[in-house]
């Protein structure tokens, strides 16, 4: 019973993203869905991430939390769209769905915008079997987390197009193996590129935002 | 229709955490739900926790992971019962249900058992809506996930009995505002006691020892 009603959940969520899909495509919007294990500073990311590009492109951000606006706070100061998700008011889901992403994008002006970042609820499970109709998914591991992530939640690392591994100023401070970290990550997803920063430096962007402003301007040219 | 069948699963669950709690009572023995983000330093903790309380008290363990047997392999060490409970062998769960908890108990010698450490999976979502018939729910954030963590996640920190506050030798790295964290716990959970450790240098561990020794004691009494 359970699982019956799990598959009609999924089924119907992958209809909506199929729905988000080609109204991403049709205006020419890059979607990232976001996602990352609690406190592995997405936000802090995004922040960087809206700092750099905003003056290039047009920027919105869905953000979704079980409670608190705080994120969609945090990044008030852009002046960009922001919508905020709390799950905590309809039953306290861990994870976003399509539909509800369709609703959000609804609110926006979609003709005067090149990218949505979603930043999905920290959670390194449930997210990942929500398909969002996004472009590309980007896990957000930080090293902080330790090097067996990978492995023990290979559906997140095993369905994401990007890692980032975050917290790298950090990197003195641990015992942390980063060869350990990629022999984990490739077996689950031997191709997956890996872009190594800090959000709180600013170590290591360049190479990230090259591949983030790659992308939208390869979806505008309708590629 | 969803909501139903979560009503049912929650109900059933209930069920069987009380008879978890009815055996445990039984025999004597304290359990403890252990929780936490991904990464947060759970089997660390109980890497201290059992080494310092081993000589005393006959510990067993139940690990729970969406996939590998990594934590149970580095706790083997200290020869105790471990049990590792796999969920991606049967619908990868993002947490661990009471009556999956009463078989695993039903695998260990009861009558020669003090405590049973379960350690949750890294998810600060769904275990807090599935009681398991512990008698202390402890949830260990890590400093480097941030302060906003209680407000953000509000029944793992209003359901849980005790905060350990992790990682704290990495606080002269971090931006950290130990007060904000206060602040944002106490307004969700305003009396629970938070003790502050590094488990990997071992600060701070002699009150978390004897907070644990404390409550085996006074089950072992009877009260």
């Known amino acids: 019973m359970e699982i019956k009603i799990l598959k009609d959940i999924l089924e119907s969520n992958k209809n909506a993203a199929n729905e988000v899909k080609a109204l991403l495509k049709e205006k020419k919007i890059y979607m990232i869905d976001m996602m990352s294990s609690p406190g592995s500073g997405k936000t802090t990311l995004n922040d960087r991430i809206i700092g750099a590009l905003k003056s290039r492109y047009r920027?919105?951000?869905?953000?979704?939390d079980i409670k608190t606006?705080?994120?969609?706070?945090?990044?008030?100061?852009?002046?960009?769209?922001?919508f905020q998700i709390e799950t905590d008011r309809f039953g306290g889901d861990c994870h976003l769905e399509s539909s509800w992403v369709k609703k959000c994008l609804e609110q926006f002006d979609l003709d005067n915008l090149d990218l949505v970042i979603v930043e999905n609820i920290g959670n390194?499970?449930?997210p990942a079997e929500f398909q969002l109709g996004d472009d590309e998914r980007i896990v957000v591991l930080s090293v902080t987390e330790g090097e067996d992530k990978p492995a023990k939640?290979?559906?997140?690392?095993n369905t994401?197009?990007?890692?980032?591994?975050?917290?790298i100023d950090l990197l003195p401070h641990l015992d942390y193996d980063i060869n350990e970290l990629m022999d984990n990550l490739k077996k689950v997803n031997p191709n997956i590129p890996v872009i190594q920063v800090s959000a709180r430096t600013g170590e290591g962007m360049d190479p990230l935002l090259k591949h983030i402003s790659g992308?939208?301007?390869k979806k505008k040219?309708?590629?």
């Not at 606006?69 to 922001?82: F, G, M, Q, V, Y």
């Not at 939640?153 to 690392?157: E, G, R, T």
């Not at 994401?160 to 917290?167: G, I």
Request: proline share 5%; hydrophobic share 45%; charged share 25%.
């Open 59 to 64: 920027i919105a951000v869905i953000e979704g």
């Open 69 to 82: 606006t705080k994120d969609s706070e945090r990044l008030a100061k852009h002046n960009i769209p922001i």
């Open 124 to 126: 390194l499970v449930c």
């Open 153 to 157: 939640y290979p559906l997140m690392f």
């Open 160 to 167: 994401s197009d990007t890692m980032v591994l975050n917290k």
């Open 215 to 217: 992308n939208i301007d």
């Open 221 to 223: 040219r309708g590629a």
